[in-house]
């Protein structure tokens, strides 16, 4: 099951983040704040936005991130805090 926060089919970044552990996060879209709490294996999530979507996380190494269909791999490494950001062109410096 795929849980999809969506705005304007005309927007220029895609994230999709898939838990393989319980993992914390809060995702950024466009300046505004979409989610924060614990993902969870199995339930994966996608954010479109316009201009960036930025990912901050307690545990990096449990999550997957896949930015316009494109593997990112895991955010970093196993219990590393840590915030990464990417915009219609790829991966920007997180905010």
């Given at each position: 099951?795929?849980?999809?926060?969506?705005?304007?089919?005309?927007?220029?970044?895609?994230?999709?983040?898939?838990?393989?552990?319980?993992?914390?996060?809060?995702?950024?879209?466009?300046?505004?704040?979409?989610?924060?709490?614990?993902m969870v294996p199995e339930q994966p999530r996608t954010?479109?936005?316009?201009?960036?979507?930025?990912?901050?996380?307690?545990?990096?190494?449990?999550?997957?991130?896949?930015?316009?269909?494109?593997?990112?791999?895991?955010?970093?490494?196993?219990?590393?805090?840590?915030?990464?950001?990417?915009?219609?062109?790829?991966?920007?410096?997180?905010?």
């Open positions: 099951m795929c849980i999809r926060d969506s705005v304007s089919s005309e927007g220029g970044v895609t994230l999709t983040l898939e838990a393989t552990e319980h993992a914390w996060a809060r995702v950024t879209r466009d300046g505004r704040q979409v989610f924060q709490g614990t954010w479109t936005g316009e201009r960036v979507i930025s990912v901050e996380t307690g545990n990096g190494a449990g999550l997957l991130v896949t930015v316009n269909g494109q593997s990112q791999g895991r955010m970093c490494g196993r219990g590393q805090v840590c915030a990464r950001a990417w915009g219609p062109d790829g991966e920007i410096t997180a905010p």
